[in-house]
């Protein structure tokens, strides 16, 4: 490798240190560390509880040995499924803008620069396999071997991302695209068979237990298995033989891609100016949609409008959003059908399933996401903050009360009968709420701004940000949804009606809009584009 190359390895640490420095500073980077330290506080602190609970009813051992059991079953399979789902998406390798200028005219190889990608995803792997072990204790053969072991899987991931990416821009895309929809058959011809041997084998949680044991299923997996001894080895004696071929492994498909003399670096500034430009909101018009004028509202109605007009010609961005939650939490209501003695008690479930997974899926597009790089033409608007946290923020919430309706209302329509009452309350109360977590979702991002990774990236920073941003959702309509249901009780108990307490409740979701609000507006305050829009 060329030794500046090594060099920019050797110092990236340091300047990663020293960016995260300079982010933490102020109010700003004190909410950041609340921020992390509460949700590894909740997620750490909750795996420790559950793990001291299990050791003081003395259910620890057979607990961890089912646990490890369950992990050596499907763990091939689900890496196998990551692996495969990785190479099928996975596109040219993305730089850095500060590497795209820099690097790409310099006199250095491409197989150098490849080099230098993949060892700095590597370091990358480090830290998220610490991550994950601190997730997933319970689940590990021990702490050091099950951090090595995940940073191998990491490895694995990050590598193959890289040579399927750099395979892929050998050949036209149509070429690349026959090519994957070829191995999804074969892969699915090989497979079928197995799982028709299995329909004797019971209940489907037994049948696919069984499936996952057959021959063909095994061959498929078996690249993947020496991952998942090394993460469920209890020892260094039982650690070392699969850690070393695994190693051996990730090593040998990173040479391969070393080896492949390809023009990949097209494909990557492609990427990159792709990219930059998402955010941006430069997307072709389709049609002649428009809305009429809004209420100017003080300034807030023009921004909505602008951003429901992008939402109108861009309904892509809500397929995933409106079927998948739909799809499942119908298919979950057809097969309670029957199931209780009225509807409402049969469709809770589902409709609970509709509702929240919008929630976890909503990644915004619609508001300051979409004008990331637009900050400071919203700064200098002459309009108040708070109309343009307002006209951000209601296009949004506007997108996920769709898609919330439209998985119940599907949900309730698949049951037994339809449920007035539900709707009733569904409508009265979903608008709230889906302010509330899209207000949420904004405030964060604006604390911590991030640039969505394209698609197929690894994006491991940015994976890390998204999660951070759905726990916050979660949180918040958490703490919103039990708050009312205080205040719902409260005024239940005190009047001694059902229909005062529902009043009271909805009245409080409605009123926790204006602080949720509120809070958007500061964080848009206190942004600063010199500093905080992300490179």
Sequence with gaps: MNPGLIHLLKKAPVARLRFARRRLRGTKGLLQVAGLALVLLLMVGGNLASMAALRLSGRWEAQAAADLASTRRWGPVLLTIVLLTVAATARAPTFRP???????????????LLAYQM?????LALLTALWLTLLLPQRLGGPI????????????????????????????DRTALGARVA????????????WRGTAGAGPLQERLATFAGTGAVRVLTAPARPFIDAVTATDLRAFLPPALLSAAIVAGLGG??????????????????????KPEGRRPARGGYSLPHLPFLGGAGPLARRQLVELGRTPRALLAPVIVPAAMACSLAWALRGA????????????VMAILLPVL?????????????????LKSLPVPAGAVAAGQVLPSAAALLLTQGVGAAATLAVGDRLAPEVLAALAVVLPPLAFVVAATDNAVFLLVPYRPPSPG?????????LMLHAFARMASLGAVLGSAALAGAVAGWSTGSTVAGFAAATAWLYALCVPALWVVTEMFRRFDVTTDVPF
Excluded at 98 to 112: G, H, K, T
């Design 183 to 194: 191995a999804g058959t074969a892969i699915a011809l090989v497979l079928a068979p197995a």
């Design 361 to 377: 899926m909503h990644r915004g597009g619609f508001d300051f996401h979409r004008d990331l790089d637009r900050m400071a033409w």
């Design 98 to 112: 500060a590497e795209v200028a820099f690097l790409f005219p310099a006199p250095v190889p491409r197989r150098d």
């Design 340 to 351: 209780g003695p009225t509807a409402l008690a049969a469709l809770s479930p589902p409709v």
């Design 119 to 123: 060892a700095s995803r590597l370091g």
């Design 256 to 277: 391969l891609a070393l080896t492949w003399d390809f023009p990949w670096t097209e494909g990557a500034l492609g990427r990159r100016r792709e990219g930059r430009a």
């Design 145 to 172: 071997t099950g951090w090595l072991g995940l940073s191998l899987v990491v490895a694995m991931a990050e590598v193959s991302k890289v040579a399927a990416g750099i395979a892929a821009t050998a050949v036209p």
């Design 457 to 465: 990236d690894g994006g491991l920073p940015v994976r890390g940000r």
